[in-house]
C-alpha cells in the first residue's frame, strides 16, 4: 500500500453530507439483546412509496459479523476481550457523520497533546487536516556546535530548541507539567527527563515545558520510540465516544488502507467507522494487544527513520526490528537490559506508578557507538487515580478498573531483548516463541 503519511493528505474531504437513507431511518430504532447479540429493530421510510416497513439486523462485533480480525482472540494480552465487548454497547447504526477533531486518540496516527489554537472557520467545504504527525531530524545550533535531534511521535512545531544547550521546549500541557512536578520528587526522576520549568515565548506568546534533551550527549544516535500498555486510550474516551457515536469517514479511510478487509459490509457500504469501533480495532493490529507495547518508530544512525510498524505484532516481527535497530552496536542490548530492569524495580516502588493510570506513555531506547539509555516519556495522558482506585499494571484491563497493562510491556520488552542476546550468541534467530512473563500469546 501507499505510504502511510501520504494517507494523511487525502483525508482533506469535508464530511458534511448525509446519506438520504441514514437521514430516512431515523425515525425509529429499539435494540434488545438475545444469547449475547444485538439485534436492531428499525421502522424505515421507503421512499417513493409513502410507507413504512420493519428491518432487524442482529449485531455481535464478532468474526461472523465481519471479516476475520487480523488478531484471534487467544492471543489478546489479559482483559482485552474487553475491547470487543465494549463494541456491543455502541448503537448501530449511527444517525450522522462526524468529523476528524484534535482529540483522537494518542498515537503516531493522532495527538496526544491539545491544539490551543482556535478553529477558524473556513467559507469553502474543504479544511487542512490537522495531526499531522511529523518524525523530522534536524539540526539546533548552540555556540557553533551542531548536534541531531529528533522530534518523536509528535505534532509539527509542538517542540522548539531551548534556551540553553542541553534542553528542549515542549508546548505545555497542565496534566503532563503536573506529572513532571510529582516525579522530580519521585524514586523515577532518573528514569525521565529532567523538568527545568516552564517558559512564554514573547514571539508566539506559547508556554512551553523546558526539559533536558534526552539526545544531547549522543553522537548521530539510534532511537526508538515504543509505546508501553495494552491501550493507549483512556476510558473516558471511549465513554465519551459512546455517547453519540457518530460515523467517521476519516477513520474508515484509515481502516482500509491498513486492511481492506477489517470493516463490515454495512461499513463499507456506509464509508464509514464509528470512534469505538476504529479504536478497538486499531489497538489490536500491532503487538500493543499482544505484548503490551507497540513500536511507534526507528531512526537509524545514518538519518533514515521509519514509522512503518502499524502491523508489527507478532513476536518475530519484534524480534526482527529489534535486532535491526541494534545491528552494529553489541554492547546496546545488554545495557538496555539492564535499564529495563532497573526501570521496572524502580516502578514497584515508585509512589508515582502507584496512584497513576500511565496511558499513552513511551519508553525512549537511545544508543550510539559509546552509550545506551532508555527513558519514560509523554505524560500528556497520565492521570491521577480515582480515590481509593488501586491498580499493579498488570492484571487484566475491565472497563472501570483502569490497569493499563504497563508492566506486561516492560516484561515483555525485557524478554525480547534478552531473547536477541541468546539468538546473538547463537548466531541465528530463534524460529519458535518464547513466553514472556506476562504474554498471554
Not at 549522543?218 to 515504543?226: A, K, L, Q, R
Amino acid at each position: 500500500g501507499a505510504d502511510w503519511s501520504e494517507l494523511w493528505f487525502t483525508l482533506l474531504r469535508c464530511n458534511r453530507c448525509y446519506p438520504s437513507e441514514v437521514e430516512s431511518n431515523k425515525s425509529y430504532q429499539k435494540k434488545n439483546v438475545e444469547n449475547g447479540r444485538i439485534k436492531v429493530h428499525r421502522k424505515e421510510y421507503v421512499s417513493g412509496k409513502g410507507k413504512f416497513r420493519m428491518r432487524s439486523r442482529c449485531y455481535d462485533g464478532s468474526d461472523a459479523s465481519r471479516s476475520p480480525s487480523p488478531l484471534p482472540t487467544k492471543m489478546a494480552a489479559p482483559g482485552y476481550e474487553q475491547y470487543q465487548k465494549s463494541l456491543l454497547e455502541v448503537p448501530w447504526p449511527p444517525a450522522e457523520y462526524g468529523e476528524a477533531s484534535s482529540d483522537d486518540l494518542s498515537s503516531e496516527w493522532d495527538s496526544d497533546v491539545p491544539d490551543p489554537s482556535p478553529s477558524i472557520p473556513k467559507p469553502s467545504g474543504w479544511r487542512k487536516l490537522r495531526n499531522i504527525v511529523q518524525w523530522t531530524p534536524f539540526f539546533q545550533t548552540y555556540k557553533k556546535q551542531r548536534y541531531p535531534w529528533v522530534q518523536l511521535a509528535g505534532h509539527q512545531g509542538n517542540f522548539k530548541a531551548g534556551p540553553e544547550p542541553g534542553t528542549i521546549l515542549k508546548k505545555l500541557c497542565p496534566k503532563e507539567q503536573l506529572c513532571f512536578q510529582f516525579l522530580m520528587k519521585d524514586v523515577l526522576r532518573p528514569y525521565v527527563p529532567e523538568y527545568k520549568g516552564h517558559i512564554t515565548c514573547e514571539d508566539s506568546e506559547t508556554t512551553y515545558l523546558q526539559l533536558q534533551d534526552l539526545l544531547g550527549e549522543f553522537i548521530n544516535p539510534c532511537v526508538m520510540d515504543c509505546k508501553i500498555g495494552v491501550r493507549t486510550y483512556l476510558e473516558e474516551e471511549l465513554a465519551k465516544a459512546k455517547e453519540k457515536p457518530k460515523l467517521r469517514k476519516d477513520m474508515y479511510e484509515k481502516m482500509i488502507q491498513i486492511d481492506p478487509n477489517a470493516p463490515t459490509d454495512e461499513e463499507h457500504k456506509l464509508k464509514g467507522v464509528t470512534k469505538p469501533r476504529y479504536m478497538v480495532w486499531r489497538e489490536t493490529i500491532s503487538s500493543t494487544a499482544t505484548l503490551g507495547f507497540r513500536i511507534e518508530g526507528i531512526k537509524k544512525s545514518d538519518g533514515k527513520s521509519s514509522k512503518d510498524f502499524k502491523t508489527t505484532k507478532t513476536r518475530t516481527q519484534i524480534l526482527e526490528s529489534f535486532k535491526d535497530f541494534t545491528e552494529g552496536f553489541p554492547h546496546a542490548v545488554p545495557k538496555y537490559i539492564q535499564r529495563l530492569k532497573a526501570i521496572k524495580a524502580t516502578l514497584e516502588v515508585s509512589d508515582f506508578f502507584t496512584t497513576h493510570e500511565v496511558i499513552g506513555s513511551s519508553l525512549l531506547f537511545v544508543h550510539d557507538q559509546n552509550n545506551a539509555n532508555v527513558w519514560l516519556i509523554d505524560f500528556a495522558k497520565t492521570l491521577v487515580l480515582p480515590n481509593e482506585m488501586q491498580i499493579d499494571h498488570g492484571s487484566s484491563w475491565v472497563v472501570g478498573n483502569h490497569e493499563d497493562g504497563y508492566l506486561i510491556g516492560v516484561n515483555n520488552l525485557i524478554d525480547i531483548f534478552s531473547e536477541l542476546v541468546s539468538s546473538t550468541t547463537n548466531q541465528t534467530v530463534p524460529t519458535t516463541l518464547v513466553t514472556a512473563p506476562q504474554d498471554v500469546t
